[in-house]
Structures are given as C-alpha cells and as structure tokens.
C-alpha cells in the first residue's frame, strides 16, 4: 500500500493499471486529493472516476471509503480494483465476510472500503472509522445528496456529520450529472468548498450519435446488429414491448438478446443482466430501468427504438455505450407519433411541472428534427461551446439537404385548420395534393381554397414536414386520431415564425450505408487479426476459470495493442495499455506464450 507512496502519480498510475496517461481532468483530481483537498468532480460516464480515488488509495497510507448507493456498483468495482491487485473489501448486507472484512480494515490491510449510505451513516460504523486510519471519503453518484438531482436518497444526507468528525480526512464527490443547481447543492450538503469544483468537458468522442426516422423497428435494428457484433443495449417504452421486441430480434438475427424490465422475476432479471455483462455479444432490450449500476465497458451500441424522455436521460442512456474509450454507436429512432403521445401525457403531469416538461421535449425534438451536428446540439445544452462539426454523427458524416418549409407548413396548417382540425394526415394531404375521393367530395373539401394547391414536387415535403411539425407541437394529436392546430402554429401562419425541415435521404443503393457505418465504426476486431482472435479466446478462457467478465482480465483495446505490437517477453508485454503489475504476474506469461504462436 504504502510502497507506491514515494513515486509519482504518473508511475503509481503505470504500475498499478498499465495505463500510459491520465485521461481529462483525471491528474489534476488526483493531484488536489494528493494534497488533501476536497474536491467535487463533475464527469461523463466512461471519463474515469473510479480512478481518481482508487489511485491515492494505492499510494496513501490507510484506506479510502468508498460510499456507493448500489450494492450491484459495488460489487463490480469490487472485482475491477481487485483484478488490479488494489486491496478492496465491500461491507454490504451481502457480504458474508463481514468480520474477516472488519479486521483487515482495522489492520490497514485495505485500500478501499465500500459501503452503503445507509451503513457509513450508523454510529458503530463511525466508531469503527476511529479505530484505523481512513485517508479519503469518496461519495460516489453524489447527486444522490441533492434533492434537485434525479435520486435523491435521504441517507446521503447523513454523511455530512459523519465527516465532519474526521475534518482531516479530506472528501471526493463523483458524479456524472449535475447540472450548475445541484453542483451547487452538493458542494453544500458534502461540505466541499466551491474552489473544489472540478467539471470535465461532457463529450464522448469515441461515441457515433445517429437519428432516424422509424419505418420498421425490428428490421432497423437487425440491420444494426447485423453491422455491430458486440454487446448493445436497446431501449424501449413499455414492458411488453421489450419481452416483444427481444424475441423479434433474437429470431430475426440468431444472436442472443435477453429482455430486462422491472416487471421480471428478480431472479431472471438479475440472471439476465448477469448473462449481459459477461458476454462478448450478447443485445439487451430493457426499458429505462436497465443501466443504473452497470459499469459494462465494452457495450458497442445503445439503440432507442422510440424517442427517451428527455436530452439529460438521452445522454446518460447512451453514455453507456464504448466506456472503454473504443467506437461505439448511439442510434435513435424516432416516430411522430412517440412526440404526439408524450405531449397527450402532458396533460396528466402535475401543474407545476408541465411548463418544464414541455420545454424538455420541445429541446428533444430540436435534436431530433436538425440538420447541424447533433453532438454540437447535445454539448451546446449542457453549456459548452463544441466546434460546429464534429465528423462523427449521422449528419457530420452524410450532410442531409436543409430547406425552409414555410410556405408549405403554412399550406399544411390551414388545411388542417379548414377541414375542422378533426382529421388525420393522409385525408389533409388528400386534400392538399387535390385528390378528390369519396370522403373529399362528401364533406365539400374539394370546395376549400386549400384543395390542389400542392404540387407533386411540393408534396414530397408534406410528411418529412407534418413529422417536424407534431415533433415540435405545432401539430397536436386529437383524441381520435386527428391533427390540430398548437405551439406556434398561428405564428407560422401569420409569417412570423419559420420552419426549416431535413429533406428525405434520396434511396440509396441498398447496403452502401450499412458499410460506411460498419467502417471505422464499431468493428472489434477491424483487420481481421488472427492474433486478436487468439488472444480474445484465451481472454475468454481466463475469464471463465475465474469468474469474471472477459473485460475485467483486459479491455479489446489491450488485445488489439497487443496484436499490433506482438510483445515476446514479460518486460514488453508491461509496456502495453492497460496490462499493470498485477496483471501482467496473474496473466503475462499466457499471453506471451499465444503471441510467441504467431
Ligand atoms: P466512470 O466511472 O467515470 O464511468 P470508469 O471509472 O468506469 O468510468 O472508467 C471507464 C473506463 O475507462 C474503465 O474501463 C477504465 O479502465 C478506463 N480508464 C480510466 N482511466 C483511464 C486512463 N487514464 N487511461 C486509459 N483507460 C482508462
Ligand atoms: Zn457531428
């Protein structure tokens, strides 16, 4: 433990995790809780956090304890630190261990200590605290202290005054969402002085963000699978879709997909989620009750097969896509008429929050309907200044043709308007085009100065434009099926709003697409390297023998450095990424022996 403690963060970083850099913000965190500072960190999903406390707990004498609100969380945190050979222990309602963990810690023998809120916050543990030596407390998901953030857990209320009688120990507080209120409330509740605020710039490069618009969920997302191999994570609306849609998949592709929703026995729910994040391709479909707890760092693609409830749950649903800094693809697709429903459920939302929940889907369907690049969309909301483009979204990557609509939305708006806001869109556009059917001629349609006044050029608008129209709520679903007026739709008409839609894609030769994206996209093993393959199936051989999943022996990252390097000897084989100390002792000479194969 405390051999590390003469040696410079960069080397203790080396030796204990083979990594080669800090990554972000991550040195000048470690540096600050180095020299006992408490600090708060603000950091995407996949940036890193559990290093910046699992670092000075190696190069520090006594231990850091470590609160986290799941015991899932920590349990995987557990094998992690573990397989880095760091000195760890959780002290969970789990855990038979208990005393055994109890005095080692009072040994020193630990670095980390996990424990839940509810636990740290009990006198006996305080008192437990008193009598070995604790060198950080380090809050994870430490938005859970605020009530303005989205989980609130009262317990973490009760750390404050447990820290409080250890004022020299100093304090870190992680998290990956907070916006600028509850930053400022964590750094309250914790006690962490507002000079300890450290925020890391929000951007996953290595994730592809792409949304589309959904013509048949199924085969889109076959279509998506059959171009990614690894692991994904799809989402969906309702229970009864995700068992649906899982099977679909399953049969459609032959690749294994399990479903996840809190409707499930807890047994098969955890089995499944187990299965999940020790397979190298296996496809979730879950609703949004699946990802909170599940630190799986090689999921190569998250899908949403309809729209998410908002930007801030689009960004940390599809954060949890290429964690392990690989590519890894975010995919929506999105329906009309999932915007038409979530405004219709507006009107069950208590008072005080419909305003904000409209203005949240209103924003969601900015990124939706927009021809910029989504990534500079998605930075721009929480607060950044991301340059225009960024050469890796669906529209950085295959600009789509912009063009103002206006004069067609407001065509659009009075025919629903002067057939009595009661229809639905194909009898507007009926209307519109001049095709005088039974249904036209009976209710005198054809009669309205609305009837024929769209060309067939024009008309090829009218449902990409009807989609961004009830996207943005200028168009609103009737109860019966019908289209109304709403949102901004009199400021159209009047001229005093614009409407600027993306053109629909002309068809393209089928399969080209699929290639461009399979490309420099999410591809494993991207030369087809029969080393890579080997060393994968040794990964996976290890990963068995010792219960774990293959990510915790080495991320394909390592693998694919390896196959490229081909390192013959211990010595070389250390100076790869990601193989520390520990690893290179527990699994050096197997991966020598496999390279020296080939
Ligand atoms: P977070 O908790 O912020 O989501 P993690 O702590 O789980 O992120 O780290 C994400 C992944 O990044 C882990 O698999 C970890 O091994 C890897 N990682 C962290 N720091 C570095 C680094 N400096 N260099 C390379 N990989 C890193
Ligand atoms: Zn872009």
Same mark, same amino acid.
């Given at each position: ?28 965190? $470690? ?16 940036? #890193? ?95 859970? $202290? ?41 750094? %309250? ?217 206006? %004069? ?25 085009? #001049? ?45 019966? #099926? ?19 839609? $993306? ?96």
């Amino acid at each position: 433990m405390s051999d590390l403690a003469q040696i410079d963060p960069a080397e203790a970083l080396h030796a204990t995790f083979g990594f080669s850099a800090f990554r972000g913000v991550q040195e000048q965190v $470690v540096e600050r809780v180095l020299a006992h500072r408490s600090t708060l960190a603000v950091m995407p999903t996949g940036a #890193g956090k559990s290093l910046t406390y699992q670092l000075p707990a190696v190069m520090q004498e006594g231990t850091c304890i470590v609160i986290s609100p799941l015991i899932a969380l920590m349990h995987d945190q557990l094998r992690s630190a573990t397989a880095n050979g760091i000195a760890a222990a959780t002290l969970t309602s789990a855990d038979m261990d208990r005393e055994a963990t109890i005095d080692r810690f009072r040994a020193g023998e630990l670095d980390l200590l996990y424990v839940a809120p509810e636990r740290a916050s009990q006198p006996h543990f305080r008192e437990l605290l008193s009598k070995a030596r604790v060198n950080l407390f380090a809050i994870d998901e430490a938005h859970c $202290v605020s009530e303005w953030g989205h989980d609130f857990r009262p317990d973490y209320r009760l750390l404050r005054p447990l820290m409080d009688a250890f004022p020299e120990v100093p304090r870190l507080a992680l998290t990956a969402t907070a916006d600028a209120h509850t930053r400022a409330d964590i750094l %309250t509740q914790l006690g962490i002085p507002e000079e300890g605020l450290i925020v890391a710039g929000f951007d996953r490069p290595n994730i592809r963000y792409a949304i589309r618009h959904r013509e048949n969920a199924t085969k889109q997302i076959a279509q998506l699978m059959a171009e990614i191999p690894g692991p994904g994570i799809v989402y969906t609306s309702s229970r009864a879709k995700t068992e649906k849609l899982a099977e679909q998949l399953a049969a459609a592709t032959g690749r294994p997909v399990l479903p996840y929703h809190a409707g499930l026995p807890p047994q098969e729910r955890q089995s499944n989620q187990a299965a999940f994040v020790a397979s190298e391709d296996m496809v979730i479909v879950a609703t949004i009750a699946f990802g909170m707890g599940i630190d799986k760092p090689d999921v190569r693609f998250v899908a949403h097969a309809g729209i998410p409830k908002s930007i801030e749950a689009y960004y940390q649903e599809t954060g949890r896509a290429g964690r392990d800094g690989d590519p890894a693809q975010a995919v929506m697709f999105w329906a009309a008429g999932d915007f038409a429903q979530a405004r219709m459920r507006l009107s069950e939302v208590e008072d005080h929050r419909r305003e904000g929940e409209k203005v949240r889907l209103d924003t969601l369907a900015v990124l939706v309907e927009t021809g910029e690049c989504r990534r500079a969309v998605l930075l721009r909301h929480f607060g950044e200044v991301p340059p225009e483009r960024c050469g890796n979204c669906d529209n950085c990557l295959d600009a789509p043709g912009v063009a103002d609509a206006t %004069t067609t939305a407001q065509k659009l708006l009075s025919a629903v308007f002067r057939t009595g806001q009661t229809y639905g869109f194909g009898h507007v556009e009926k209307v519109l085009t #001049g095709v005088a059917d039974d249904r036209v001629l009976q209710r005198g349609h054809d009669q309205l100065s609305v009837f024929g006044i769209v060309d067939a050029e024009e008309a090829r608008l009218l449902k990409p434009l009807s989609r961004a129209l009830q996207a943005r709520g200028s168009l609103l679903p009737t109860e019966h #099926g019908g289209l109304m007026l709403g949102g901004d739709a009199r400021a159209i008409l009047k001229g005093e709003a614009s409407v600027s839609i $993306v053109l629909p894609p002309k068809k393209e030769p089928r399969g080209r697409r699929g290639d461009r994206s399979g490309r420099g996209g999410s591809g494993v093993n991207p030369i087809g390297d029969p080393l890579f393959d080997a060393l994968r199936e040794l990964r996976r051989a290890l990963a068995q023998e010792a219960g774990v999943p293959p990510y915790v022996i080495f991320h394909d990252s390592t693998l694919r450095e390896m196959a490229t390097l081909r390192p013959a000897s211990l010595a070389a084989l250390g100076e790869v990424g990601g193989v520390g100390t520990r690893k290179l002792e527990a699994y050096g000479d197997a991966f020598v022996n496999v390279i020296r194969q080939f």
